[in-house]
């Protein structure tokens, strides 16, 4: 019995030791500094950055680009074919440095959960950027204790207690991959300067820990003209994959023996790295069918019950900010307008502007400010409404806003998306919302682009004729909501395809399909 012992336990013990290097390999996160290739196999380096927070693209975009869904399904294709390293440089989980006291909870949820969908994408590694920081070091650092994906700061200062790296490496085929990073404290809030050193007192050490025979990749929060001058100096860099500034980099800038990439903002596009018999690198858009090519697609049931989750925070944050309100001299809503400008309002009822606020219900971003703003009249205006819960006012005492909103959906039968609707249908839609708004005896209803949005009034009105828009100020009014972001195919591309300024004669085709007719004078 206790030979037998004996040799088990020798097994045991060569098991153990041949297993070993297997085992050493692996990160505290689970992951593998290892990669294995086949015989002429390619490897890639995916990146993102400047995702600002989005989790999906606005559900107005014409040409929505982006989204979780999609970017997984793109990388499910990716990965079938042959390895991936994903890595993001920051400007990941905020859309600002500094967030809102009244939208705290809300900004905190959504990072929260955008964190998790970075594990569930293979985020490997990811460097903060300035927006990053916006709920502080302490939320960060949770961050960097709870998920997969490892912090990657290699000129933190000793005081920046978040779990990092200073540098990472992995062995890819007979390659080895050395990843460094760079944050640009002058980019940051005040109070976080300091957890970092400046980069041209850091650099140089940096530099001296890496060797040549590698592919050295320098993972960059200090945006393209920093990576310029940081190629121009130092050649030992493979790739500088940079963010910041959000230059859209068609084909990689060559400075010297380095190359640098960047991509847009918001996961329009993922940015590949291909390693094979020579580097490569291309621009992945990332279009809404990208989303399929999963199946099953764990990230669709995902976003559905975030924006779910999201929506409520939202309703509650925004309920808050209802005592701002003044009941006296509110804004008109059409409901007042359409009492003289008839023909005005029937035109008004054919385009998309009278039904938009219907497509934040159906995107689930109807209690969005961000969403809100743009697809009604008079937010946040003290006589207008500040939250979902009082963009419609009725004469009922003690109205209930939540059932008006439950009722709505079964009274209105909405159908998307509404640009695409016929005139007719659009005019079908609303008029079906007024009869329900009648029925409600709502006076007031701030939802949808209407004719405030675009025109001015005289505080004399209707005892006074308002003083007409100019054509400049009409233009701003509509740019305020149609951007670069939104609404690209209103701007000149320039060659890297980025929407730069505005194209004035497709903007003029834009404004006349939506311009009300004018009323003949006597």
């Given at each position: ?5 004996k040799?088990?336990?020798?097994v ?20 593998s ?98 927006q ?19 912090f ?19 062995e890819?085929?007979?390659?080895k ?25 850091e ?10 025979k590698n ?5 960059s ?165 500040s ?31 509404v ?53 400049d ?50």
């Amino acid at each position: 019995m206790k030979q037998m012992m004996k040799i088990f336990g020798l097994v045991l013990l060569t098991f153990t030791l041949s297993t070993c290097s297997d085992f050493i390999k692996l990160t505290d996160s689970g992951y593998s500094n290892q990669i294995a290739l086949k015989k002429d196999q390619t490897f890639s380096i995916l990146f993102s950055h400047n995702i600002n927070g989005e989790t999906h693209p606005c559900g107005c975009r014409k040409f929505p680009l982006g989204g979780l869904p999609q970017i997984y399904g793109q990388m499910t294709e990716i990965r079938s074919q042959h390895p991936v390293i994903y890595v993001d440089t920051g400007d990941t989980f905020f859309e600002t440095p500094i967030i809102p006291d009244y939208n705290l909870k809300s900004a905190r949820y959504k990072a929260e959960k955008l964190a998790e969908a970075m594990d569930e994408l293979g985020l490997r590694i990811f460097v903060p950027g300035d927006q990053d920081f916006a709920l502080g070091v302490e939320f960060l650092s949770a961050l960097s204790q709870k998920h997969k994906f490892e912090f990657l700061m290699s000129n933190a200062t000793n005081n920046l207690k978040i779990k990092h790296q200073k540098k990472i490496e992995i062995e890819v085929g007979k390659d080895k991959y050395v990843f460094v990073s760079l944050v640009d404290p002058s980019l940051l809030q005040p109070q976080y300067k300091n957890f970092f050193k400046p980069i041209n007192e850091e650099i140089e050490n940096i530099v001296k820990t890496l060797n040549p025979k590698n592919k050295n990749i320098l993972l960059s929060h200090a945006g393209f003209e920093a990576d310029e001058k940081l190629a121009q100096k130092f050649e030992i860099f493979d790739w500088i994959i940079g963010a910041h500034t959000q230059t859209f980099l068609t084909e990689a800038r060559t400075v010297n023996k380095t190359q640098i990439a960047q991509v847009l903002s918001r996961n329009h596009y993922l940015g590949e790295l291909k390693f094979y018999t020579e580097d490569k690198y291309e621009l992945l858009e990332i279009r809404d069918e990208k989303k399929d090519l999963a199946k099953p697609n764990p990230m669709v049931g995902w976003l559905d019950k975030f924006k779910t989750e999201y929506d409520e925070i939202l309703a509650v944050e925004q309920a808050l900010l209802g005592d701002q309100i003044i009941t006296d001299n509110r804004i008109p809503t059409y409901i007042s307008c359409s009492q003289c400008h008839t023909k005005q309002v029937e035109f008004w009822q054919e385009t998309a502007h009278s039904v938009s606020f219907s497509t934040l219900i159906h995107a689930k971003a109807s209690n969005n400010p961000s969403c809100v703003k743009c697809h009604s009249v008079g937010l946040n205006s003290p006589n207008g409404f500040s939250a979902k819960s009082n963009m419609v006012v009725s004469e009922v005492e003690g109205f209930d806003s939540d059932k008006y909103w439950e009722e709505l959906g079964e009274k209105v039968k909405f159908e998307h998306p509404v640009r695409e609707l016929a005139g007719q249908k659009r005019k079908e839609i609303i008029k079906s919302w007024i009869k329900y708004d009648q029925e409600k005896k709502i006076t007031h209803n701030y939802g949808n682009v209407q004719c405030l949005n675009c025109h001015n009034q005289d505080a004399e009105h209707p005892f006074s004729e308002n003083t007409p828009v100019a054509a400049d100020q009409m233009q701003s009014k509509c740019l305020n909501c149609h951007s670069r972001d939104q609404s690209p195919e209103w701007y000149i591309k320039n060659e890297k395809g980025l929407a730069t300024s505005l194209d004035e004669k497709y903007f003029a085709e834009q404004l006349k399909k939506v311009a009300c007719p004018l009323d003949k004078k006597e």
